[in-house]
């Protein structure tokens, strides 16, 4: 029998790429026997926090407690990740571009390095494990639908 996780995640960024910018992401699982849990991080000050690297480290912080999760499993059962976003970025990467931008040697359609590769590449690394028995999917929600981990990552740039 499998077992399922879902995840909520978030990222938001207050300035924007700008200097002294301020970012915050959230995961949030929905744990309907034992209660909902939630978990936020302040971006670091440096690389100079965006919407993109915000939304891309709460996919990281489900992955992480995913995987840490399945760890803790008894007989290895396949196990199934939905990754829930209210951003494109997030489910373009790994849904469409990462396979493309693999093959091109991580460069994108104009031929530039792509942006936020650091975060891509641990996320991917991570959706690869999880995958040797399992799947991870992501669905993108509307933005009404992820209240909670907007508040979490909203909550986090509060810090």
């Not at 933005?143 to 909550?155: I, K, W």
Request: aromatic share 10%; glycine share 8%; proline share 5%.
């Amino acid at each position: 029998m499998p077992y399922e996780m879902n995840a909520w995640t978030d990222g938001v960024c207050r300035g924007n790429g700008r200097p002294g910018a301020v970012g915050g992401a959230a995961a949030w699982f929905n744990r309907p026997v034992r209660g909902s849990k939630s978990w936020w991080r302040k971006l670091p000050e440096y690389p100079i926090p965006t919407n993109q690297r915000a939304e891309l480290t709460g996919v990281i912080m489900a992955l992480e407690l995913a995987t840490e999760r399945r760890a803790q499993l008894y007989n290895d059962p396949y196990f199934i990740l939905t990754i829930h976003t209210d951003s494109e970025y997030v489910k373009g990467c790994f849904c469409t571009w990462i396979h493309k931008w693999k093959n091109n040697g991580w460069l994108n359609a104009r031929g530039v390095e792509v942006v936020n590769r650091d975060l891509i590449e641990e996320a991917s690394d991570m959706i690869d494990q999880i995958e040797e028995n399992g799947t991870v999917d992501f669905v993108k929600i509307p933005r009404d639908d992820n209240e909670e981990a907007d508040e979490l990552a909203n909550g986090a740039c509060d810090d």
